[in-house]
T-cell receptor, first 118, second 115 residues
Framework: AQKITQTQPGMFVQEKEAVTLDCTYD???????LFWYKQPSSGEMIFLIY??????QNATEGRYSLNFQKARKSANLVISASQLGDSAMYFC???????????????FGRGTQLTVWP | GAVVSQHPSWVICKSGTSVKIECRSL??????MFWYRQFPKQSLMLMAT?????????EQGVEKDKFLINHASLTLSTLTVTSAHPEDSSFYIC???????????FGPGTRLTVL
């Protein structure tokens, strides 16, 4: 079974609007971390936001917020006030393992290509 | 955040030659480094996990003798594609983990084209 599922191959949003990118995950671990990365056409992977499985509050970083619903195993990324520069591929990822460990591998979803239009 | 560099950023080589890609953590010590391969419009595929001073752990289906990984220090890991063939053409990205941060930090990637 896939560890990370992103069901939206492509999304379109108008500038200044909000957009939600879906991500569901599958793990039997109690401790895990969820990540979102942005990959523009240049190829670099840019870290956006992190949510730990024990964090009670949804993570927020500027215009990015993570809608974490543990019971549903979903970790959707919400981008508010979209900008043209947000056009990129977005990957959801998960790391399983003991709390605080950064040494485990990441499992990536297939990605969602976001296009922001004026 | 921390910075990871990769060199070269792109390389074109003839079939049969070997290519070395370096991944460096510039301002932190990376206990663990990861090597990924990415085909156009696809996700990242983990090739191997590299710990300083020990042998790399390869993912199933990745040829160890084809993709040699060396993690000689806490700031440097190298990936050598031996006897490269056109099917090895891809985008190779490294990442590094440290206990100070939750996230892994990615290098800018290396685009390999084998003619």
């Amino acid at each position: 079974a896939q560890k990370i599922t992103q069901t939206q191959p492509g999304m379109f949003v108008q500038e200044k609007e909000a957009v939600t990118l879906d991500c569901t995950y599958d793990t039997s671990d109690q401790s895990y971390g969820l990540f979102w990365y942005k990959q523009p056409s240049s190829g670099e992977m840019i870290f956006l936001i992190y949510q730990g499985s024990y964090d009670e509050q949804n993570a927020t970083e500027g215009r990015y917020s993570l809608n974490f619903q543990k019971a549903r195993k979903s970790a959707n990324l919400v981008i508010s006030a979209s900008q043209l520069g947000d056009s990129a591929m977005y990957f959801c990822a998960m790391r399983e393992g003991r709390r605080g460990s950064t040494l485990g591998r990441l499992y990536f979803g297939r990605g969602t290509q976001l296009t922001v239009w004026p | 955040g921390a910075v990871v560099s990769q060199h070269p950023s792109w390389v074109i080589c003839k079939s049969g030659t070997s290519v070395k890609i370096e991944c460096r953590s510039l301002d932190f010590q990376a206990t663990t480094m990861f090597w990924y391969r990415q085909f156009p419009k696809q996700s990242l595929m983990l090739m191997a996990t590299s710990n300083e001073g020990s042998k790399a752990t390869y993912e199933q289906g990745v040829e160890k003798d084809k993709f040699l990984i060396n993690h000689a220090s806490l700031t440097l890991s190298t990936l050598t594609v031996t006897s490269a063939h056109p099917e090895d053409s891809s985008f190779y990205i490294c990442s590094a983990g440290t206990s100070y941060y939750n996230e892994q930090f990615f290098g800018p990637g290396t685009r390999l084209t084998v003619l």
